[in-house]
């Protein structure tokens, strides 16, 4: 049987990270002066199906298949709307949201229907060979929970930067996998 290897890499930059706001589905990607990240000889590529997420798969020289279950959480009436502004009207429901992963006060996903779907997608995904997933914070946050058997509460204290990559391999099970920088 052979290894699958999986490297779940953050979207570049976007305006919406830029400014605090929860990202809508059209928000793209803002050029960056980030080294680009080396890939494998051979990757075969995965995204999102959000304009991010495909652009960051271009730019990374990508010509990836859209995966449904990359796609980033669905914040419901949030889309769009920066952190300020629901911390001025809604404190309430975003202190709810940010404690309770099984809450999703704004209509879209909770943490827990995220973990879930990447967990599930996780699990049936063994395809051996280099694969390269560009997608979101949030997914790559649920494969990391998903992987090292973390509970939903520690969801809010992993931080990921755009262009970030997490190294999975699965020989029997997942693994986090830590490479040396190159």
């Known amino acids: 049987m052979k290894a699958t290897h999986l490297t779940l890499i953050s979207h570049a930059p976007t305006e919406a990270q830029r400014s605090g706001r929860f990202h809508a589905d059209e928000d793209g990607v803002q050029l960056t002066t980030d080294q680009p990240l080396v890939l494998p000889r051979g990757s075969i590529g995965l995204t999102g199906p959000e304009l991010r997420a495909t652009q960051t798969a271009e730019l990374l020289g990508l010509r990836p298949t859209v995966e449904p279950a990359l796609r980033d959480c669905d914040f419901g009436r949030w889309k769009g ?39 599930d997608w996780l699990e049936g995904f063994t395809a051996p060979g280099h ?50 920088a190159e």
């Open 131 to 180: 694969w390269v997933a560009v997608t979101h914070p949030m997914i790559i946050r649920a494969a990391m929970l998903h992987v090292l058997q973390c509970p939903l509460s520690a969801f809010h204290r992993i931080d990921v930067q755009p262009l970030s990559p997490l190294h999975l391999g699965h020989h029997g099970m997942w693994r986090v996998k830590l490479t040396s």
């Open 81 to 119: 709307v920066s952190l300020k502004a629901l911390q001025r009207d809604e404190a309430e429901l975003l202190q709810v949201w940010m404690n309770d992963p099984q809450s999703a006060p704004h209509g879209g996903e909770s943490i827990a229907d995220v973990c879930r779907r990447v967990a």
